[in-house]
């Protein structure tokens, strides 16, 4: 019986509907209260964004720094440039002024002035960085080189340079002008 009496109540508490408010949500409130759940940070992926933004200001950085080392170590390697150009021309002049040949001994003592001249100034020029590029008797490399006439010759292989007409110069590892040469066709 006492089965039967709580079915009863359970049957009678079903059917009492108790009253219940209804709220009325806007659309506009639904799409904030979805902002607002979008919203939620998430620290992890910002400091994850955080930790790498950091990682490429810091390689961006020392690439920076290397680059400005590299362009100062640049400009002191070849801060004589400018003015071993300028005169190289005179070496030039110091070695067709020597090869005159006389007989006439004030002339020789002359010669002797000027090829001291010449070796003090090749010898500074050298100890600044300045080489003489080699040309004759080596293969013609474009960018050593710059070949004004081609030649048939059957001592020499094609591509052997045979005559130079302007001594070349590098200053350290670049070249300040090319040798002006006649290769072997």
Do not use: C, W
């Not at 359970?10 to 408010?21: F, I």
């Not at 490429?56 to 003015?83: C, G, T």
């Not at 010669?111 to 293969?139: C, F, H, S, Y």
């Not at 050593?144 to 590892?173: N, R």
């Amino acid at each position: 019986m006492e089965e039967k009496e709580q079915n009863q109540n359970l049957q009678q508490e079903e059917n009492v509907t108790e009253p219940t408010e209804t709220v009325e949500v806007t659309e506009e409130e639904v799409i904030q209260a979805d902002l607002v759940e979008d919203e939620k940070p998430d620290f992890e992926a910002q400091l994850a964004e955080a930790k790498a933004s950091e990682l490429r200001l810091r390689a961006d950085f020392e690439n920076f720094k290397r680059r400005n080392r590299v362009e100062a170590e640049n400009r002191a390697k070849y801060s004589s440039q400018a003015i071993v150009e300028k005169l190289l021309p005179l070496v030039d002049n110091l070695d067709r002024a020597l090869q005159i040949e006389t007989e006439n001994e004030e002339t020789k003592s002359v010669l002797t002035g000027v090829e001291m001249v010449k070796r003090q100034l090749v010898e500074t020029l050298q100890n600044e960085g300045v080489v003489e590029i080699p040309a004759v008797g080596e293969a013609f490399d474009p960018n050593l080189h710059q070949a004004v006439v081609q030649e048939a010759s059957e001592e020499h292989e094609s591509g052997v340079v045979i005559a130079e007409f302007q001594k070349g110069y590098k200053l350290h590892d670049r070249v300040i002008r090319p040798s002006m040469v006649k290769v072997a066709e």
